[in-house]
């Protein structure tokens, strides 16, 4: 039976994982490759190396810690943050990512999209959104949830799928970094618009948030961060007690 | 030396990095030279079915029939696999090599495509009765063939997969998976090997695959 995966997100600037709540107040998480290779022997079944800087000093600092990550790393790595063209994609490939994410640079320009999925396949296009409420529908953000664009998310991931996007991260901006839960109609009404797997992200702050996340969000898979690297909440703990409550986990793995 | 086929198709480096790391002497083969010299052949790939046409270019695809009719151990993965068997619904111009019977399909409307994560393995038991015949002749053995590749494995290990269409179950499957339907998940006969999954990304059962592998 396909599982539900469990990623661990690592926020990384200047080399450096770092978290905040709501992209705000980053405090110092570790070194990339070292958190990578802890989460994934704790159990996760995916790595998202995220960077949130971005600029092009950050760069290479960025591609070398993916680099790091990737050697000892077998499980699949995807990265994201600051990719805005085709070479961008490529030179993180390079370095040893399995899927990029693209969030700005996809909504600018939406062929990106199709120019990354025909060259390097559909399985390796993470379309990150990041969601936002407003009333009974939910808005696109970009530049790092701090510009709105009046896009809505539901028409805006079927059109990434069709644009030849493998899978949909969608972040809550309403609830990132609260640990109150994920949005859960947020998650299913995306999951029910596309046919591609979807990420939920967002709000992860205890068990029962997965738990819920994954059936009434129907989410394929859940993406966390600070519960995991403050030990809040270990992934191996959180596997079994998925798995205890018939959650399809990878467990034991 | 394990020569690791290199036709311009995705995944080569988290293939060579895992066997990098399992210590394997390994060379990226993008020419038949490079085929016919080595000892042990992997043919990774992920993505369109008709990526498999820069075979043909290169001449690469006479270089892997040949070593493997010489008996050489092959290891097809993903796409590699599906290559193995007669053809694909997504490329339907494009043959594969023929060696497993059967045509990839996609998959069904009732599940998501594409079939993404982690997904169990059922390894089969008697999984290839010709083989098992032609075994007992040889050694004098009787009793269920078990997967040289996959004989190390616990019972149900879980893999990490990828891709949208899926191989037929054949009388060489060694492993299947459900996904909507049951598919080949492994398939095996002689020194040639598939995996439809990435042993590559499947951590510490997928490691496990690939130094077994290094060891046929």
Redesign the interface.
């Known amino acids: ?5 469990i990623i661990a997100c690592l926020d990384v600037t200047g080399g450096r994982v770092v978290k905040g709540v709501q992209f705000k107040n980053l405090r110092d998480a570790g070194d990339p490759a070292e958190c990578a290779d802890a989460h ?1 022997r704790d159990g996760a ?1 995916e790595i998202v190396l995220l960077d949130i800087t971005a600029t092009s000093d950050h760069r290479e600092t960025m591609l070398e810690a993916v680099s790091r990550a ?3 790393l ?3 790595l995807a990265v994201g943050g600051g990719i805005r063209k085709i070479a961008d994609a490529a030179s993180v ?2 370095a ?1 990512a ?1 899927k990029i994410a693209i969030n700005s640079a996809a909504v600018h320009q939406p062929e990106l999209i199709t120019e990354i999925a025909m060259r ?5 296009v993470v379309v990150a959104i990041d969601a936002k409420r407003r009333n009974s529908s939910f808005e696109v953000f970009v530049n790092g949830g701090r510009v709105p664009t009046g896009r809505d998310v539901i028409q805006w991931a079927r059109e990434s799928e069709a644009r030849g996007a ?2 949909i991260l969608l972040t809550s901006m309403d609830q990132d970094g609260t640990r109150a839960g994920f949005d859960c109609e947020l998650v299913r009404a995306v999951a029910q618009a596309v ?3 979807v990420i939920a992200s967002g709000g992860a702050g205890s068990v029962s948030h997965f738990v819920d996340v994954f059936r009434e969000g129907q989410a ?2 859940a993406l966390a961060a600070s519960i995991f690297h403050f030990h809040i909440e270990s992934i191996e703990h959180l596997k079994r007690e998925l798995h205890a409550a018939n959650v399809p986990v ?1 467990w034991p ?1 | 030396m394990i020569a690791i086929v290199d036709y311009g198709a ?2 080569l ?2 293939v060579r ?2 066997f990098d ?1 399992l210590g394997a002497e390994i060379t990226i083969a993008g020419h038949s030279s490079t085929i016919d010299a080595a000892d042990k052949i992997v043919l990774p790939g ?3 079915f008709s990526a498999l046409s820069a075979l043909h270019v290169a001449g690469l695809r006479e270089a892997l029939l040949k070593a493997m009719l010489a008996g050489k151990p092959f290891l097809g993965i993903c796409l590699g696999m599906q290559w193995l068997f007669d053809g694909s619904e997504e490329a339907r111009d494009l043959p594969g090599a023929g060696l497993f019977s059967g045509r990839c399909r996609q998959f069904p409307a009732t599940v ?9 393995l059922s390894l089969s038991g008697a999984f290839d009765s010709e083989l098992s015949e032609h075994r007992e002749s040889r050694t004098g053995k009787s009793g269920p063939e078990i997967s040289r590749l996959l004989c190390h494995l616990p019972s149900d290990p ?1 893999v ?1 997969f ?3 269409f899926y191989a037929p179950v054949t009388q060489s499957t060694s492993a299947t998976t ?2 909507g339907l049951p598919f080949s998940a492994a398939v095996e006969r002689d020194n040639i090997f598939g995996v439809q999954f990435h042993p ?5 059962a ?2 496990l695959i690939l130094k077994t592998f290094c060891e046929v």
């Not at chain 1, 390097?120 to 390796?124: I, K, M, Y």
């Not at chain 2, 998501?112 to 169990?120: A, E, F, I, M, Q």
């Open positions: 039976m396909l599982t539900k995966r994934a079944d990737a050697r000892t077998f499980v699949p490939f390079d040893g399995d390097f396949g559909s399985q390796a493998g899978e046919s591609i797997p394929d898979a990878r793995c | 995705g995944n480096n988290s990095k895992a790391h992920v993505g369109h998501k495509s594409p079939h993404v994560g982690w997904n169990n879980f990490y990828t891709h949208s459900d996904y590559e990304k499947s951590g510490a997928g490691l």
